[in-house]
């Protein structure tokens, strides 16, 4: 091998350009039109005698627009000039604390290919990402001629951070926050033929924040800006993210159906919550079945009509409760997840209208003096913390396999630290055995001094109570989380301001209690009882029936800036934060990041 030295002014006067995967505006065009060739609208070409679901995700039209003009929701308002975009997705990169986003002068190793995975993938679109605030997104969707006198129904699992729906160039709602289900009825403007479903989405909702970026303070090394404390819930995701996010799909049935079902399982049968709805003109008389079958192989452990001549006047909605005993199912657990489909059909007596499948489990969740119980058992919560369930929120293998090495590596829980995970990340819990904490969307709430303003905080108790509702089947999770480190319970200066926020939570938590009273709440992912009781008083907790959920959680960071590790090693954690009574864990627990 000969090495041959170059001369001092080789590289002088050659032209120094960085690696750029942005395509030319020419070509930008060029691929637009070859893709908006390639659009296909959705096609309904049958359907089903109870119930018809249709995903609509797939690519959409898309067009750029930060004007007020609501024509282009019209059917006739051509969209030759569009763009195409994929949904679900945003159309700006992902950008998550702790994945690719700078600590101090330092990188984050491979999440710094993720963030720049993210910036390819939205440079290749054929719009300008970085200046698009606002959007419309267009679907056409085919009906045959048995869609008349249909119910239609269309759920987008998330809109960030807030849209207005149209149909057939009809304003059917309009809506406010990123991680809520939007469900429009859309049964009186459905036609034979095409159909056009609009949206415009705005990714920036809450404006005029005074100095959104001054740093109010540091959660261990995060800091924590006047826009984390004053904008629109948005979890841990920055960079004001856009779009349709999450799924959107479609569901035709009869106007009489099944609205909601809540499986409250027990070890030998369970209670079943199950809404039903008349949006006909007419009363009518129903009859309710059940059929319970096994996931893996098909067994059915039950197979019964349960309820007979529900009535249900024109226009009337009713929830029916009733329970099944004495089955004999396989339980679900982390080393045995055991699924089943639970099958709920309503019938008219001589045929069936409406079917409705959720799967779940047979498990139960208890807090036994201060302790947490699986299936009636003691069970030791084993986890770790950070999944990457909102980097990469669409894909089930990549989550089954990711939830598969947690389990190798005998983890048995994970916490949805700084987000909720979503159907995606939970069904893969379920089908895995890995129990969730399923954390809140608006971590350091009311921190310090800051207050929201009451029309966003109503906003986020809303949203995440929602969420609370469309989760409650999965025998994953395990408990709720309302938020990361809220913290105000200590660090406000304010006394009596620190007693409102309390008020403010604890009433959340018994909100969360009456649609869930399955499972614990943490009241806040750094909250224990010892410490909120020698700032306010038992005085308080008691006149203000202050409900501070069931489980206290401590953050520590031994031999980093609390206590030597070595310290511990005498029952001091549970000296110093146990409450009798009450489960003591730690979502928060290392010797620092690595």
């Given at each position: 091998?000969?090495?041959?030295?170059?001369?001092?002014?080789?590289?002088?006067?050659?032209?120094?350009?960085?690696?750029?995967?942005?395509?030319?505006?020419?070509?930008?065009?060029?691929?637009?039109?070859?893709?908006?060739?390639?659009?296909?609208?959705?096609?309904?070409?049958?359907?089903?005698?109870?119930?018809?679901?249709?995903?609509?995700?797939?690519?959409?039209?898309?067009?750029?627009?930060?004007?007020?003009?609501?024509?282009?929701?019209?059917?006739?308002?051509?969209?030759?000039?569009?763009?195409?975009?994929?949904?679900p997705n945003f159309w700006n990169p992902i950008r998550v604390w702790l994945h690719g986003d700078g600590y101090g002068n330092a990188t984050k190793g491979t999440s710094d290919i993720y963030y720049k995975r993210e910036l390819e993938r939205?440079?290749?679109?054929?719009?300008?990402?970085?200046?698009?605030?606002?959007?419309?997104?267009?679907?056409?969707?085919?009906?045959?001629?048995?869609?008349?006198?249909?119910?239609?129904?269309?759920?987008?699992?998330?809109?960030?951070?807030?849209?207005?729906?149209?149909?057939?160039?009809?304003?059917?709602?309009?809506?406010?926050?990123?991680?809520?289900?939007?469900?429009?009825?859309?049964?009186?403007?459905?036609?034979?033929?095409?159909?056009?479903?609009?949206?415009?989405?705005?990714?920036?909702?809450?404006?005029?924040?005074?100095?959104?970026?001054?740093?109010?303070?540091?959660?261990?090394?995060?800091?924590?800006?006047?826009?984390?404390?004053?904008?629109?819930?948005?979890?841990?995701?920055?960079?004001?993210?856009?779009?349709?996010?999450?799924?959107?799909?479609?569901?035709?049935?009869?106007?009489?159906?099944?609205?909601?079902?809540?499986?409250?399982?027990?070890?030998?049968?369970?209670?079943?919550?199950?809404?039903?709805?008349?949006?006909?003109?007419?009363?009518?008389?129903?009859?309710?079945?059940?059929?319970?079958?096994?996931?893996?192989?098909?067994?059915?452990?039950?197979?019964?009509?349960?309820?007979?001549?529900?009535?249900?006047?024109?226009?009337?909605q009713k929830v029916v409760t009733y329970a099944v005993n004495d089955l004999k199912p396989k339980l679900w657990a982390p080393h045995t997840p055991n699924l089943y489909d639970f099958n709920f059909t309503l019938s008219d007596g001589s045929?069936?209208?409406?079917?409705?499948?959720?799967?779940?489990?047979?498990?139960?969740?208890?807090?036994?003096?201060?302790?947490?119980?699986?299936?009636?058992?003691?069970?030791?919560?084993?986890?770790?913390?950070?999944?990457?369930?909102?980097?990469?929120?669409?894909?089930?293998?990549?989550?089954?396999?990711?939830?598969?090495?947690?389990?190798?590596?005998?983890?048995?829980?994970?916490?949805?630290?700084?987000?909720?995970?979503?159907?995606?990340?939970?069904?893969?819990?379920?089908?895995?055995?890995?129990?969730?904490?399923?954390?809140?969307?608006?971590?350091?709430?009311?921190?310090?001094?800051?207050?929201?303003?009451?029309?966003?905080?109503?906003?986020?108790?809303?949203?995440?109570?929602?969420?609370?509702?469309?989760?409650?089947?999965?025998?994953?999770?395990?408990?709720?989380?309302?938020?990361?480190?809220?913290?105000?319970?200590?660090?406000?200066?304010?006394?009596?301001?620190?007693?409102?926020?309390?008020?403010?939570?604890?009433?959340?938590?018994?909100?969360?209690?009456?649609?869930?009273?399955?499972?614990?709440?943490?009241?806040?992912?750094?909250?224990?009882r010892k410490e909120g009781k020698k700032r306010f008083g038992d005085e308080f907790y008691q006149s203000a029936g202050i409900d501070d959920g069931d489980i206290d959680d401590v953050h520590q960071y031994y031999n980093w800036y609390v206590?030597?590790?070595?310290?511990?090693?005498?029952?001091?954690?549970?000296?110093?934060?146990?409450?009798?009574?009450?489960?003591?864990?730690?979502?928060?627990?290392?010797?620092?990041?690595?």
């Amino acid at each position: 091998v000969t090495v041959t030295q170059l001369p001092a002014d080789f590289f002088k006067g050659q032209k120094v350009a960085e690696y750029d995967s942005r395509p030319t505006p020419a070509q930008k065009e060029a691929k637009r039109v070859e893709q908006r060739a390639d659009y296909r609208h959705i096609r309904v070409d049958k359907i089903l005698p109870q119930r018809t679901v249709v995903s609509l995700n797939g690519d959409w039209l898309f067009l750029p627009d930060g004007s007020q003009d609501e024509s282009k929701a019209s059917p006739d308002v051509p969209d030759n000039a569009w763009h195409v975009m994929p949904v679900p997705n945003f159309w700006n990169p992902i950008r998550v604390w702790l994945h690719g986003d700078g600590y101090g002068n330092a990188t984050k190793g491979t999440s710094d290919i993720y963030y720049k995975r993210e910036l390819e993938r939205c440079q290749q679109y054929t719009f300008d990402t970085d200046r698009t605030n606002d959007a419309w997104y267009r679907q056409w969707v085919e009906f045959p001629h048995e869609i008349a006198g249909k119910h239609v129904e269309i759920t987008f699992e998330g809109i960030s951070k807030a849209g207005e729906v149209y149909f057939n160039g009809h304003h059917i709602t309009s809506h406010i926050g990123m991680f809520e289900d939007v469900t429009v009825d859309v049964s009186d403007y459905v036609l034979p033929g095409k159909n056009l479903i609009a949206v415009k989405v705005h990714r920036q909702f809450v404006k005029g924040i005074e100095n959104p970026d001054q740093v109010l303070d540091v959660a261990v090394t995060v800091p924590v800006t006047n826009s984390m404390l004053k904008d629109l819930p948005h979890a841990g995701y920055g960079g004001a993210p856009g779009g349709l996010w999450q799924p959107v799909t479609m569901t035709i049935t009869e106007p009489i159906r099944i609205t909601d079902v809540f499986v409250k399982p027990a070890l030998d049968g369970a209670t079943f919550d199950v809404t039903i709805k008349n949006s006909s003109t007419k009363k009518g008389k129903f009859n309710l079945s059940t059929l319970i079958k096994d996931k893996a192989d098909g067994t059915i452990i039950y197979n019964k009509a349960d309820l007979k001549n529900i009535t249900l006047e024109a226009g009337e909605q009713k929830v029916v409760t009733y329970a099944v005993n004495d089955l004999k199912p396989k339980l679900w657990a982390p080393h045995t997840p055991n699924l089943y489909d639970f099958n709920f059909t309503l019938s008219d007596g001589s045929h069936a209208v409406d079917c409705s499948t959720v799967t779940s489990g047979f498990r139960t969740i208890e807090d036994r003096d201060g302790i947490f119980h699986l299936n009636g058992k003691p069970y030791w919560l084993r986890g770790a913390n950070q999944s990457p369930g909102v980097l990469v929120p669409h894909d089930p293998e990549f989550a089954d396999i990711f939830c598969q090495l947690m389990r190798a590596g005998n983890l048995n829980v994970t916490r949805s630290h700084m987000a909720p995970y979503n159907r995606t990340w939970m069904d893969a819990s379920d089908r895995n055995g890995v129990g969730v904490s399923q954390e809140g969307t608006w971590p350091w709430l009311m921190l310090l001094s800051s207050m929201p303003e009451k029309e966003i905080l109503d906003i986020w108790k809303h949203e995440f109570l929602s969420l609370v509702k469309k989760y409650r089947n999965h025998p994953s999770l395990f408990f709720w989380t309302i938020n990361n480190e809220m913290k105000f319970y200590e660090n406000d200066p304010d006394p009596e301001r620190a007693k409102r926020k309390m008020i403010i939570i604890s009433d959340v938590v018994k909100q969360m209690r009456a649609i869930d009273p399955t499972r614990p709440v943490c009241f806040d992912s750094n909250y224990f009882r010892k410490e909120g009781k020698k700032r306010f008083g038992d005085e308080f907790y008691q006149s203000a029936g202050i409900d501070d959920g069931d489980i206290d959680d401590v953050h520590q960071y031994y031999n980093w800036y609390v206590q030597n590790v070595f310290e511990q090693f005498d029952g001091q954690f549970q000296k110093t934060y146990k409450t009798p009574g009450r489960m003591l864990i730690s979502q928060e627990m290392s010797t620092g990041y690595p």
